[in-house]
């Protein structure tokens, strides 16, 4: 790939630009915690959805999304489309709730809904385990990605004119030490701007990446050799273009996801309401309850994830998925992953390659950011105020978090430099916390679950996890992914709750406390309801239960709406459109009289007791 001085021009410029909002939001982000890890509870629904979405567009997803396709067909996507079903879900029956929470973090809400020492011992447990331990993993395994892309865009790469370093004794190639660089620069505009200067970059970086992406797919398209699309679907398989999975039968051929029914089971009726994974926690959680708690009101916190999800399943996948297909066509015998960043190498005219360029560091570095503010708002909120320093200043807590934000980045590098391959890292982590968000779910529909419950079905799951990689063989445990998880999923839920009815429940005045402030809906609050009767929540879980089937026509419409007439039939992808918009218009009816607008003064308060 070779940088012309105007590639060299855009780079640069969007360096700047991501610095001088970072600058711009720096006196702001200062002033308290809330500023600095929720934006003051004043970000608007546009905002705190599309930012969201650059979370999950890191560097490494178009090249999963490509490696898919060229296994699977387009409908490999179905691996992680699947889960728009649990995102949906936390639109409409989890979003107000966390806003009305007021907590700081999903990690404090732990002490909101539970008492006692299980309750600070939960609390302090998940804030390392997902703000240090998941979190360097998590942007350890994004950097590799970027490494790739760099290695195959710059072969041979030198950095002051050498190819390798050696850095605390540990070899690094010089992409890697580059890669290393942005995370610590990310580490820096962070620690500066804070949540608001995360959202306004996360803004710009998605809207680069989207065009970039798009750009490329275009160019790709466009090229003799391909043919438009016209071409594609002559010189690829029928079967790669299929969006559904087959299930129960194998299919001759490549490019098609074929499924035998209990693995179709595992997806569709288990995964996705009972694993954990980043971004698509059940019942919201991570970077996703942050933006939620830091939105304007409830109104806004719902409409963020509506919009997230919209985004993040129905429009951002498909310039992936075509240059995936162009992928096919062009370098069939290469690595899939590879092949994607090729097609860039390829394909753009001298200018448009520093632009996308530009665009894959936009999207590595706006998912880097939110992990580094989300992960050091556990470690500040929940370790060191909590649990250290507890009667200290709010600047006090905004200096530590800088700090910690820091030292994050440079261990986030450092565990990069120790990962070899991210291949089965997604389904390793869904094994190792299946059955987990049942508890997540249930935590606000059962007053009876308590810390106990959510202890346990976080550390089973772990623990079955490890034996399966030793290899005991315990019943249905070492069934391939995803039909394990209905081992995983049985065994855990038994455990957390035998563990819930034989260990005391939360104590009566924290669920009064959290009873009056979260207003939950239906029967799993009965017995303490009826201690509360001035107390009425502001909808039922069958007016919820329909607005969720609603969201999940709407989403998954809109997806294969616009999936169809892109690669199938117009008059099709047109009628699901016009279903997606008949979905839109019941549920913002619905929305509009459920969530009235708040007061600016009661958008910034936590709600009493």
Excluded at 353 to 380: D, E, I, K, R
Excluded at 433 to 449: A, D, H, K, Q, T
């Amino acid at each position: 790939m070779h940088l012309t001085w105007l590639d060299g021009v855009l780079i640069a410029a969007y360096f700047v630009f991501s610095l001088g909002i970072a600058l711009y939001y720096y006196r702001r982000a200062g002033k308290d915690t809330s500023e600095f890890f929720l934006s003051g509870r004043s970000m608007p629904w546009w905002l705190a959805g599309t930012s969201m979405v650059a979370t999950t567009f890191a560097a490494d997803t178009p090249l999963a999304v490509s490696e898919l396709v060229a296994y699977n067909g387009i409908a490999g996507n179905w691996l992680w489309w699947n889960f728009a079903l649990g995102g949906v879900l936390t639109v409409f029956f989890f979003a107000r709730l966390w806003r009305r929470s007021g907590v700081l973090t999903d990690v404090e809400f732990v002490e909101l809904r539970y008492s006692g020492p299980a309750a600070a011992w939960l609390r302090g447990i998940k804030a390392v385990y997902f703000g240090l331990l998941m979190n360097v993993i998590i942007i350890g395994w994004v950097s590799l990605a970027m490494e790739t892309v760099i290695d195959v865009l710059f072969p041979g790469l030198t950095l002051f004119g050498r190819t390798s370093f050696t850095l605390l004794g540990i070899e690094m190639s010089a992409s890697l030490v580059l890669v290393g660089l942005l995370v610590l620069l990310v580490g820096v505009y962070s620690l500066i701007s804070g949540l608001w200067g995360v959202a306004v970059t996360d803004l710009f970086q998605f809207v680069l990446a989207m065009v970039g992406t798009t750009l490329l797919a275009v160019f790709a398209l466009d090229l003799p050799e391909v043919g438009g699309l016209a071409g594609l679907k002559a010189r690829l398989p029928e079967t790669t273009f299929r969006m559904l999975p087959t299930i129960g039968e194998a299919v001759q051929g490549a490019g098609v996801l074929a499924l035998s029914a209990a693995a179709f089971a595992a997806y569709v009726g288990v995964q996705w309401w009972a694993s954990w994974y980043p971004g698509a926690e059940p019942g919201g959680g991570g970077y996703i309850a942050q933006r939620m708690l830091g939105a304007k009101d409830e109104r806004h916190a719902v409409f963020s994830v509506l919009w997230f999800n919209i985004a993040h399943y129905c429009l951002r996948p498909w310039p992936w998925i075509l240059t995936a297909l162009v992928a096919l066509v062009l370098f069939p015998d290469d690595p899939p992953r590879a092949a994607y960043v090729l097609v860039m190498r390829d394909t753009l005219p001298p200018g448009l390659l520093g632009l996308l360029f530009a665009a894959f560091l936009a999207a590595f570095m706006s998912t880097v950011s939110t992990q580094l503010n989300w992960g050091v708002s556990y470690l500040v909120n929940d370790g060191w105020r909590r649990f250290v320093r507890p009667d200290a200043d709010e600047k006090h807590y905004v200096r530590v978090g800088r700090v910690l934000t820091f030292l994050l980045a440079v261990v986030s590098v450092l565990v990069t430099t120790q990962l070899e391959s991210i291949s089965g890292a997604w389904s390793l982590i869904l094994t190792a916390s299946g059955g987990l968000g049942l508890v997540l779910i249930l935590r606000w529909y059962w007053w009876r679950v308590n810390a106990w419950s959510e202890l346990t079905a976080t550390l089973v799951p772990l623990c079955l996890a490890g034996l399966a990689l030793l290899g005991v063989p315990v019943p249905g445990l070492l069934d391939p992914f995803p039909t394990n998880l209905f081992a995983v999923v049985a065994y855990t839920t038994l455990a957390w709750v035998t563990v819930t009815l034989f260990t005391p429940p939360t104590d009566m005045a924290t669920l009064d406390a959290f009873y009056r402030r979260v207003r939950p809906a239906g029967p799993g609050w009965r017995p303490i309801a009826a201690r509360h009767p001035d107390i009425h929540p502001d909808t039922s879980l069958r007016t919820l239960a329909i607005d969720w089937l609603a969201g999940v026509v709407l989403v998954y419409s809109t997806l294969f709406g616009i999936g169809q007439l892109l690669v199938g039939s117009a008059g099709l992808g047109l009628l699901l459109l016009a279903v997606a918009v008949g979905a839109g218009a019941f549920l913002w009816r619905h929305l509009r009289h459920q969530l009235p607008h708040t007061t600016p003064a009661a958008r910034n308060v936590p709600p009493t007791d």
